[in-house]
T-cell receptor
Framework: DVKVTQSSRYLVKRTGEKVFLECVQD?????MFWYRQDPGLGLRLIYF???????EKGDIPEGYSVSREKKERFSLILESASTNQTSMYLC????????????FGSGTRLTVV | AQSVAQPEDQVNVAEGNPLTVKCTYS??????LFWYVQYPNRGLQFLLK??????LVKGSYGFEAEFNKSQTSFHLKKPSALVSDSALYFC????????????FGDGTTLTVKP
């Protein structure tokens, strides 16, 4: 089975800190995605990537950046964490064919205090 | 632009009764449609998908979904609910020209009572 691993299940950071969320997948998937999940708002796409060193903005990219230096790893960066970035962050990956579903990681619950 | 609506925040059913979780979508082309389930403090798990072909698709754990193009709907169904089906369910749509990017609904919490 494909595995998508997010490095932390729970994180607590202070306002203004630079925060790195790491995601690694082990099945050579081309596409990787970062979503945030908030109650009543569903999943909102932050950034996605189709290939190494390639990135595209999603629906809510403000305050975030990403890095994809290797195919298996997709990092989400909060440049200066704020309390409104407290959320559940979900990483997903998929093969390049559009008909295939995503495989999700278990999520990182980030609290910014 | 593509969008998904799950009109019910919460669905409650008794164990053994049929369940339906509703989903409607909007896309400019032909849709690819997916259902995912999320258990507490976990990521989303894929349940089933519609790409083309038969309007009734079957998936994991006895779930099925019916694609209705005229009503732009893709409702999730199960003939007999289990308490263990209690979870958060998400519908997602992807245009077949949008190279992998999916839009998710807000989610529906299903509670199955014994």
């Amino acid at each position: 089975d494909v595995k998508v691993t997010q490095s932390s299940r729970y994180l607590v950071k202070r306002t203004g800190e630079k925060v790195f969320l790491e995601c690694v997948q082990d099945m050579d998937h081309e596409n990787m995605f970062w979503y945030r999940q908030d109650p009543g708002l569903g999943l909102r796409l932050i950034y996605f990537s189709y290939d190494v060193k390639m990135k595209e903005k999603g629906d809510i990219p403000e305050g975030y950046s990403v890095s994809r230096e290797k195919k298996e790893r997709f990092s989400l960066i909060l440049e200066s964490a704020s309390t409104n970035q407290t959320s559940m962050y979900l990483c997903a990956s998929s093969l390049s064919r559009d008909t295939l579903p995503y495989t999700f990681g278990s999520g990182t619950r980030l609290t910014v205090v | 632009a593509q969008s998904v609506a799950q009109p019910e925040d919460q669905v409650n059913v008794a164990e053994g009764n049929p369940l339906t979780v509703k989903c409607t979508y909007s896309v400019s082309g032909n849709p690819y449609l997916f259902w995912y389930v999320q258990y507490p403090n976990r990521g989303l798990q894929f349940l089933l998908k519609y790409i083309t072909g038969d309007n009734l698709v079957k998936g994991s754990y006895g779930f099925e979904a019916e694609f209705n193009k005229s009503q732009t709907s893709f409702h999730l169904k199960k003939p007999s609910a289990l308490v263990s089906d209690s979870a958060l369910y998400f519908c997602a749509v992807r245009e077949n020209t949008n190279a992998g990017k999916s839009t998710f609904g807000d989610g529906t919490t299903l509670t199955v009572k014994p």
